[in-house]
């Protein structure tokens, strides 16, 4: 089994990018708690957030913790759990975006900003205007500057509260954002079920040139089936998106790959546009020790790389998990050739 990249705390949910010639991962920082497991994830208990950089990607790691960058007690409308963060640059600034409770136990998306890809961040004072669920994953188009924010959860992130026109609990109302109204009775581990009936799929809103603001409404992050160029189904578990978006981008091609959840797979479409519709294409990663999966791929001194974690150090405590990294290869058609765990 692959030694874990960082060891001396427990990380999860790693965002990597390359910035100032160095590999910068933003993870999530689990920590022991005495909350039972739920399939709601109230067991993930985060706190705050390190940031940790490397030069190399080969065993042994030489992996410097820059220490922590952002507590929940520094966010005004925070309440608890700091899930999975993602970071972007732009003139000369760094942008950390991150999930969190606010003081009504709903998940907004907040954004904190430095001056060093290595912190600190100091938060904006709200949440992120339209913003809602969890599992923020910013892109910046290396051919176009576009900036874009991808998010959504299932269960306990809280996407299917946010159904809107044509759901139950909702009669099409939107607010000035363009989000539908919260409905409670869809909290917990929900989903829409039945034959017909379509997945729910990740948000995507362009952000606005200050970085910090959507430019636009979120909208649907459309996968189609590629045997019938249909939505993909919500009955379709090994299929369906979950939680954990990413993009990123090769040749012409934007890969979009999430984590189908309970099924425990990452899985990835693709598409000639960053805003879909994409075609799911395969899968990553099988599943991992432990119940989550989630991840990044970056390029860095001109070979992929897969980020990922497992529970390998906690010996499978679904909470206390560790963040690793694995070379990702392409075919000669562009297709990911899947990574098996170890």
């Known amino acids: 089994m692959p030694p874990p990249l960082i060891s001396h705390i427990y990380t999860a949910d790693p965002s990597a990018h390359v910035f100032e010639g160095k590999v910068y991962i933003y993870p999530s920082h689990d920590r022991e708690t005495d909350i039972q497991f739920n399939d709601n994830g109230d067991q993930y208990d985060m706190a705050d957030y390190h940031v940790f950089s490397t030069s190399s990607l080969e065993p042994p790691y030489d992996v410097t913790d820059h220490g922590v960058v952002l507590r929940a007690e520094d966010v005004p409308w925070v309440s608890k759990q700091l899930w999975a963060p993602d970071a972007a640059t732009k003139d000369g600034k760094y942008y950390l975006y991150f999930p969190a409770r606010d003081k009504d136990d709903i998940f907004r998306i907040g954004v904190a900003v430095g001056d060093s890809p290595a912190g600190p961040f100091k938060a904006d004072p709200e949440p992120i205007k339209g913003s809602y669920s969890i599992d923020p994953a910013s892109f910046v188009d290396p051919d176009t500057g576009d900036a874009y924010l991808y998010f959504g959860g299932l269960w306990g992130g809280q996407l299917q509260c946010y ?40 948000k995507v809103a362009p952000l606005s040139a200050d970085m910090r603001s959507f430019a636009s409404p979120a909208r649907d992050l459309v996968i189609l089936a590629p045997e019938n160029g249909k939505p993909i189904e919500a009955d379709d578990h090994d299929r369906r998106f979950f939680e954990a978006a990413w993009m990123h981008k090769r040749g012409d091609t934007y890969y979009f790959s999430y984590s189908t959840g309970d099924t425990h797979y990452l899985a990835y479409a693709t598409s000639k546009s960053p805003l879909g519709p994409f075609t799911y294409a395969g899968r990553i990663l099988e599943p991992v020790l432990g119940w989550t999966t989630h991840h990044s791929i970056v390029e860095f001194e001109g070979r992929w790389w897969l980020f990922h974690h497992d529970c390998q150090i906690s010996n499978g405590v679904s909470h206390l998990r560790n963040v690793k990294v694995a070379e990702l290869f392409y075919d000669e058609e562009g297709k990911i050739i899947p990574v098996k765990p170890e």
Do not use: H, I, M, R
């Open 163 to 202: 159904q809107g026109k044509d759901k139950k609990g909702s009669n099409g109302e939107v607010d000035a954002y363009g989000v539908p109204p919260f409905d409670a009775a869809w909290s917990g581990p929900k989903e829409p079920s039945g034959p017909g009936e379509t997945a729910l799929f990740p």
